[in-house]
């Protein structure tokens, strides 16, 4: 069981380019999140999945694009890649009604310059 | 508006003594509390719950406590060991209508165990 994995680990992007950071999960879980963590702001939530075809807003959603056409993968784009970007951004996956809470990936750090 | 709040960002601890976590949130429609712990370079992993209907859950060396008049929930560690060193962060979530998938997270504590 691979659990939650995400790629790549680390990313160097230049302002205004786009990228897709990838997460895929082989838990079956409905729920899949992203998150972001920045120096003394905990996790923030960027975009959220309740199952295939289903996505909804965070917390800080803009400048993100999520989509979920199969049970697996939830992918985030970002569409302009601005410097705020920076960030290490963890992707976790969860059974409805989960009592145990969220499996987390390993974090991908991003770096736009 | 933060929602749940973490206020010491950071906490040291002889090995065998108590660690005591404090964490509180000012939303009342949150039932269900979690602890986190996360190392450098990993992500997140799941260390104990509790729902509002308990005040405690134990785990283990862990134990979750929590007081819903004061919003406030705690989390100890006895005894402590120096593995247990990490940022450990509280999130808090209301699952009244299936909502649980979203978690609001704390700014976290850095636990130091010293041997």
């Known amino acids: 069981n691979a659990g939650v994995t995400q790629t790549p680990k680390f990313q160097v992007l230049k302002t205004g380019q786009s990228m897709t950071l990838q997460c895929a999960q082989d838990?079956?879980?409905?729920?899949m999140s992203w998150y972001r963590q920045d120096p003394g702001m905990g996790l923030r939530l960027i975009h959220y999945?309740?199952?295939?075809?289903?996505?909804d807003q965070g917390e800080v959603p803009n400048g993100y694009n999520v989509s979920r056409s199969t049970t697996e993968d939830f992918p985030l784009r970002l569409l302009s890649a601005a410097p705020s970007q920076t960030s290490v951004y963890f992707c976790?996956?969860?059974?409805?009604?989960?009592?145990?809470?969220?499996?987390f990936g390993s974090g991908t750090r991003l770096t736009v310059v | 508006d933060q929602q749940v709040k973490q206020n010491s960002p950071s906490l040291s601890v002889q090995e065998g003594r108590i660690s005591i976590l404090n964490c509180d949130y000012t939303?009342?429609?949150?039932?269900?509390f979690l602890w986190y712990k996360k190392y450098p370079a990993e992500g997140p992993t799941f260390l104990i719950s509790?729902?509002?209907?308990?005040d405690k859950n134990e785990d283990g060396r862990f134990t979750v406590f929590l007081n819903k008049s004061a919003k406030h929930l705690s989390l100890h560690i006895v005894p402590s060991q120096p593995g247990d060193s990490a940022v450990y962060f509280c999130?808090?979530?209301?699952?009244?209508?299936?909502?649980?998938?979203?978690?609001?997270f704390g700014k976290g504590t850095l636990l130091t165990v010293n041997p």
């Open positions: 939303n009342s429609m949150f039932d269900y």
């Open positions: 999130a808090a979530t209301s699952r009244g209508g299936g909502s649980n998938y979203k978690l609001t």
């Open positions: 976790a996956s969860s059974y409805r009604g989960d009592r145990v809470g969220y499996t």
């Open positions: 999945s309740v199952g295939a075809g289903i996505t």
């Open positions: 838990m079956n879980h409905e729920y």
């Open positions: 509790i729902s509002s209907i308990k």
